[in-house]
């Protein structure tokens, strides 16, 4: 099975603009979860997706969104960058997102906000 | 609400040394999941193991080691002999259950290990 998938991998953006992220789940996963990942908060938690809805939410103020299609593909949103979203951004799939389920990661997308 | 330390910042051995890397958690549920993770440079994390609160036992795979004992809430990682190809950030998290459906991951700061030949 192909692993999980994350467009584009890099990204250089400036302040002020949006950006959107995507990521495409191992096949048959129906549950993605995005986290931040930064040198000094480590990583966190951003939001889960499953069957195209929301089901949880990380401590992110809302300029941060996410969706999720039917064929489980989901994408982040960030908008109005700020010099602080620079950031590894890492998508991670499971079967359900039942609690204890194992979460695959994908390569992940770097964000350089100037 | 869930926490897990890695108290190790970095560690730095010479290959086919043993390597522990150490995770203490902390948790109020008595049912929950451990795991451990790595990161190599290009960024992606890796799963190497999951362990459920209810077993106890120690897991070997190959020249990784897994010792969980819930009587310290801890959860180390033991590399033999170690190989350069070992050099990543390794994470443990704890899994934790979001409201009534789905899971978020609670990661430690991670241990860099970097395995010099």
């Known amino acids: 099975k192909a692993g999980v998938t994350q467009t584009p991998r890099y990204l250089i953006k400036t302040r002020g603009q949006q950006v959107t992220l995507s990521c495409s789940p191992i096949?048959?996963?129906?549950?993605v979860s995005w986290y931040q990942q930064t040198p000094g908060q480590g990583l966190q938690f951003l939001f889960e997706y499953f069957s195209e809805t929301q089901r949880n939410k990380g401590n992110f103020p809302g300029r941060f969104s996410g969706r999720q299609f039917s064929n489980s593909r989901s994408e982040m949103n960030v908008s109005t960058l700020e010099l602080g979203d620079s950031a590894l951004y890492l998508c991670a799939s499971s079967l359900d997102g039942k609690e204890g389920e194992t979460q695959y990661f994908g390569p992940g997308t770097r964000l350089l906000v100037l | 609400a869930q926490k897990v330390t890695q108290a190790q910042t970095e560690i730095s051995v010479v290959e086919k040394e043993d390597v522990t890397l150490d995770c203490v958690y902390e948790t109020r549920d008595t049912t929950y999941y451990l795991f451990w993770y790595k990161q190599p440079p290009s960024g992606e994390l890796v799963f190497l193991i999951r362990r459920n609160s209810f077993d106890e036992q120690n897991e070997i795979s190959g020249r990784y080691s897994w010792n969980f004992q819930k009587s310290t809430s801890s959860f180390n990682f033991t590399i033999t002999a170690s190989q350069v190809v070992d050099s990543a950030v390794y994470f443990c998290?704890?899994?934790?259950?979001?409201?009534?459906?789905?899971?978020?991951?609670?990661f430690g700061a991670g241990t860099i290990l970097r395995v010099k030949s």
């Open positions: 998290a704890l899994s934790e259950l979001v409201g009534e459906y789905g899971n978020k991951l609670v």
């Open positions: 096949s048959g996963h129906r549950s």
